[in-house]
T-cell receptor, first 113, second 113 residues
Framework: DVKVTQSSRYLVKRTGEKVFLECVQDMDHENMFWYRQDPGLGLRLIYFSYDVKMKEKGDIPEGYSVSREKKERFSLILESASTNQTSMYLC????????????FGSGTQLSVL | GENVEQHPSTLSVQEGDSAVIKCTYSDSASNYFPWYKQELGKGPQLIIDIRSNVGEKKDQRIAVTLNKTAKHFSLHITETQPEDSAVYFCAAASNNAGNMLTFGGGTRLMVKP
């Protein structure tokens, strides 16, 4: 089975801190994604990567950046965390492309105080 | 861009009854419609998907129907069981949106034993 592992289940940070969310997948998938999940808003795409060092902005990239130095690892970076970035963050990977058969991690619940 | 609306936001059924979740989409070029199930404490998992050249698809107790003319698609769960309790997300993908998934807001399904 594909496994997508997110480094933290819960994270509490202070406003202005630099935050790193890490994600690792073990199935050699080309495509990796970072989504944000908020009640009533569903999942919204922050960033997408289709190859090492390649990235594309999603629907809500403002305030975020990403890093993909190795194929299996995709990091989401909040340069200066703000309270409106309190949310559940989900990492996903896929083999077939940008939309098909996404495999999600269990999520990181980030609270910015 | 694509907009996906999902109804209802919460749904409570008795075990053994059927459950129906409906989604509408705005972009007539959308051609791929997956459904994801998210159990408590876990990431979403793909349960069924349908393409625009197919009107209906079934997998055991779950089925998805697509009406391209009306731009809506639905998830049908028959003979519901307590383990069907979860949050369900519909999504749509359109080439016009860079071929990325746009998710609905989610439906919390509760199956009462």
């Amino acid at each position: 089975d594909v496994k997508v592992t997110q480094s933290s289940r819960y994270l509490v940070k202070r406003t202005g801190e630099k935050v790193f969310l890490e994600c690792v997948q073990d199935m050699d998938h080309e495509n990796m994604f970072w989504y944000r999940q908020d009640p009533g808003l569903g999942l919204r795409l922050i960033y997408f990567s289709y190859d090492v060092k390649m990235k594309e902005k999603g629907d809500i990239p403002e305030g975020y950046s990403v890093s993909r130095e190795k194929k299996e690892r995709f990091s989401l970076i909040l340069e200066s965390a703000s309270t409106n970035q309190t949310s559940m963050y989900l990492c996903a990977s896929s083999l077939l492309g940008r939309v098909e058969k996404l495999f999600f991690g269990s999520g990181t619940q980030l609270s910015v105080l | 861009g694509e907009n996906v609306e999902q109804h209802p936001s919460t749904l409570s059924v008795q075990e053994g009854d059927s459950a129906v979740i409906k989604c509408t989409y705005s972009d007539s070029a959308s051609n791929y419609f997956p459904w994801y199930k998210q159990e408590l404490g876990k990431g979403p998992q793909l349960i069924i998907d349908i393409r625009s050249n197919v009107g209906e698809k079934k997998d055991q107790r779950i089925a998805v129907t697509l009406n391209k003319t009306a731009k809506h698609f639905s998830l049908h769960i028959t003979e519901t069981q307590p383990e069907d309790s979860a949050v369900y997300f519909c999504a749509a993908a359109s080439n016009n949106a860079g071929n990325m998934l746009t998710f609905g807001g989610g439906t919390r399904l509760m199956v009462k034993p």
